[in-house]
């Protein structure tokens, strides 16, 4: 009796413990990325446009090599098998060499096997401008996927850069607003101080929201231009520091003029309208090829039947529309070397206006910190000093602007630079 007790109760005991339910889909949170300016070029390796400039070098490459190619004779074999029933004598189509059959024949098949090559000896230099033509190509499509970078680069910086300004400035007012706040809840204010307090606080608390929506609007901009998910945790690790940097614009200038890959590219652009002018007046140079044939003909296996010539022959064209090609190419030609210069003229002001924006930030950058460390310290000081209220809140406001312009300041150099630096095509030594 007490062994069936004792069984009982522990049955009663296991039945109450709890027992554990299968684990369930638990959603894992996804890590969050750490992107530093490195990474962040790295990264824009992806970029669309720039995949699409290293498809036209690609192609680029492949049209050189076809070119070469064309120097090499046209070598091939070929094989054909024929029923025939003739009536009358008559002669195959001239893909299958125009072999004459006639009725009566042994045999009603016919085998053949050819072998056969053609080059040209002389064509006014058409394949050799042809070639020349396709590597101007080339040329100008690294140049191209050259610029392509220097842009990619640029807008690059200039994401990772405002993003950590905007993440500087909404920390900055969040804290910001957390002091208002505890101004405000102060109990010693009287009816017109606490007016004005509640009016700094409503203030703060806009301020901060707006900042907080830049920085959003800030973040999903280094998502897009990174080619990223939208929805990509991530953050931005760096700092918003610079230094005076010596940019002298004539030597700027001359750089630009040697190393800007929108010039080389416009260069490479008229040789290839001069190419073009060249092939078109080619186009009334007679050609000289040579062409030769071993062909084995017979109605039965094995073949006997032997045919084989080498011709050497020439042609001369005949072209109504000579002229007009020659006019328009000429055109073009002419269209092109105008570019250029117009080209040249628009970098000439680019390298200009970038190195004023350089140097007057460079100038602005170093008083905004002065002024920014020297009230900075002057509140610091007197920060544990006795004082109205109001003249607290008022003079955290002024340190607050001061650090924003000053942070500012160092981001917009920051970008001056860069941009200096696509300007001239390189970057400037330190």
Request: aromatic residues 8%; glycine residues 4%; charged residues 25%.
């Amino acid at each position: 009796m007490l062994k069936r007790l004792l069984a009982a109760t522990l049955c009663l005991a296991l039945a109450g413990t709890p027992v554990a339910a299968p684990a369930a889909n638990v959603s894992v949170m996804p890590i969050e990325r750490v992107y530093s300016l490195d990474e962040t070029l790295r990264l824009m390796r992806n970029d669309p446009k720039l995949q699409s400039a290293e498809q036209d070098v690609i192609i680029a490459d492949a049209r050189v090599t076809e070119a070469k190619l064309r120097f090499l004779p046209d070598i091939g074999l070929q094989a054909s098998a024929t029923k025939f029933d003739a009536r009358y004598p008559f002669a195959l189509s001239p893909e299958f060499r125009s072999l004459l059959l006639f009725p009566g024949a042994v045999s009603e098949n016919i085998y053949s096997g050819r072998a056969y090559f053609n080059m040209p000896l002389y064509e006014g230099r058409r394949t050799l401008n042809t070639l020349r033509l396709a590597q101007a190509s080339q040329k100008q499509a690294l140049s191209d996927r050259d610029s392509v970078r220097l842009e990619v680069a640029l807008r690059a910086k200039e994401a990772f850069y405002r993003l950590l300004l905007a993440q500087e400035r909404e920390a900055a007012f969040g804290a910001h607003l957390k002091s208002v706040e505890a101004a405000a809840a102060a109990g010693e204010l009287g009816p017109w101080e606490r007016v004005e307090a509640e009016a700094s606080l409503g203030v703060a608390r806009a301020r901060a929201a707006e900042a907080k929506h830049a920085l959003d609007q800030a973040r999903l901009q280094f998502l897009n231009t990174l080619s990223l998910e939208l929805d990509t945790p991530f953050r931005v690790q760096g700092e918003l520091a610079t230094r005076p940097v010596k940019a002298e614009v004539e030597k700027a200038v001359i750089w630009a003029m040697e190393l800007r890959p929108e010039l080389q590219s416009q260069t490479y652009r008229v040789q290839m309208d001069a190419i073009g002018v060249n092939l078109a007046i080619g186009r009334r140079n007679p050609t000289v090829f040579l062409a030769g044939d071993y062909e084995l003909t017979a109605q039965r296996f094995p073949l006997k039947n032997n045919n084989w010539d080498v011709t050497l022959g020439i042609k001369i064209p005949f072209a109504y529309d000579f002229w007009s090609q020659i006019k328009q190419k000429r055109a073009e030609q002419r269209q092109g070397e105008l570019t250029r210069a117009e080209l040249q003229d628009r970098v000439r002001l680019e390298v200009r206006q970038a190195a004023e924006t350089l140097a007057w930030w460079q100038a602005e950058w170093p008083r905004r910190e002065s002024q920014w460390k020297k009230v900075q310290a002057l509140y610091d000081d007197a920060a544990g000093k006795s004082g109205p209220t109001l003249s607290r809140l008022r003079a955290r406001d002024g340190v607050l602007e001061l650090r924003l312009a000053h942070l500012s300041a160092v981001t917009e150099h920051i970008l001056a630079r860069a941009r200096f630096e696509r300007a001239v095509g390189r970057e400037i030594p330190q």
